[in-house]
């Protein structure tokens, strides 16, 4: 028999984990979704898989904990499709499914009373995430994966089209068709509001060429000027963002096409500094985080509470090998200070690490 856990993530306390289990014997494959008590080890089982199959490369399923309470949400691949599950934090109790539909993403509100999700061409809005309240919906043709809802929960950022004219546009949770346009936005576009409701981050593509972002801006709601991180020509490809807790800085992640690999990139959220850090490339499941980076930033965090450093998982890039000497081969997992001021550190063989949010 070989059994082995995946995908672990933290719950909003620090108290628990949740992670996917599989285990592998003759007779087949059993995949079922677990809770851990972090204090005492104690396992559960909230759910068992029904031969679905993954909802990406080795990730059976997508996990992401309500940011209050004790309510988990995962996606889940069933016979039926791709499948959104809610379990309310009842210990004996198993999740029941709450949504259906293909592609799927969503946000829960910071109180955890509502969800945001965008399935195939709809963007709804539900309080409370189990569907038992109020729900508005609409259909979008922009571009874009993960609806954003403000730190108050009071307003969703989604991209749509209108006039021609593709733009990120600003609505009251109360009424979403009551929507302003703050910014034109490329396409494809994804984008993450500052921890402090100001401003929003957005990644896109100023021209259509394949699948990373040539521009990452910070947009104010406000209506004032928009302060742009990385465009054009002179910077390398945008793959992922992901706001400091404060919201201070942002950090990204930008590909560097002539060494082939990866950059950690941290800037304050003024753009008054931008500083490299470290140059690597990603573990399997590092790709996979990064690839949906604006659905797994609200569920896995690279940055530390206290906004002083980044976890990454995966091998020195060339860059860091130069600047660095010998390194130890295969995937592991390092720890970077975000001024720059030391190096980063080596923590062991690893394929995926996480902050706890507190």
């Known amino acids: ?113 509502a969800m945001a999700l965008h399935i195939g061409p709809d963007v709804i809005w539900v309080r409370p995430p189990d569907g038992g309240g109020s729900r508005q919906s609409f259909e979008s043709v922009g571009s874009f994966r993960v609806p954003a809802i403000s730190p108050d929960g009071e307003s969703l950022a989604f991209v749509d089209q209108a006039d021609g004219r593709m733009g990120l546009y600003v609505a009251s949770t109360s009424d979403l068709e009551q929507a302003q346009m703050i910014t034109d936005v ?50 390398n490809g945008v793959w992922a963002f992901f706001w400091s807790p404060a919201g201070d800085k942002l950090a990204w992640v930008s590909v560097n096409a002539d060494e082939q690999e990866l950059e950690w990139v941290v800037s304050p959220s003024d753009g008054s500094d931008t500083n490299r850090l470290f140059s690597f490339q990603p573990s399997v499941e590092v790709f996979i985080l990064l690839s949906f980076f604006d659905q797994y930033g609200y569920s896995h965090t690279p940055w530390s509470p206290d906004g002083k450093f980044l976890v990454v998982a995966g091998s020195k890039g060339e860059a860091a090998r130069r600047s660095n000497g010998r390194t130890p081969t295969g995937d592991r997992i390092y720890v970077l200070d975000v001024e720059g001021s030391a190096e980063p550190k080596d923590l062991g063989a690893g394929v995926l690490a996480v902050w706890s949010w507190n």
């Open 1 to 113: 028999m070989n059994e082995y856990y995946t995908w672990p993530t933290w719950s909003a306390d620090g108290t628990k984990m949740a992670a996917s289990r599989v285990v592998v014997e003759e007779a087949g494959t059993d995949v079922t979704l677990q809770v851990l008590d972090a204090r005492n080890g104690r396992s559960e089982t909230v759910y068992e898989d029904n031969g679905g199959g993954l909802v990406a490369q080795g990730a059976p399923h997508y996990i992401y904990w309500a940011p209050s309470g004790n309510e988990l949400s995962f996606l889940a691949a069933t016979s039926d499709g791709l499948g959104l599950f809610l379990w309310d934090g009842t210990s004996g109790k198993r999740a029941a499914q709450i949504q259906q539909g293909g592609p799927l993403y969503y946000q829960w509100s910071n109180n955890a009373d």
């Open 186 to 235: 490329g396409s494809p576009s994804a984008f993450m509001w500052s921890p402090d409701g100001t401003q929003i981050a957005v990644a896109d593509q100023s021209v259509p060429r394949g699948p990373l972002f040539d521009r990452l801006t910070l947009v104010p709601v406000d209506g004032t000027p928009i302060t742009t991180l990385s465009s054009g020509r002179t910077s």
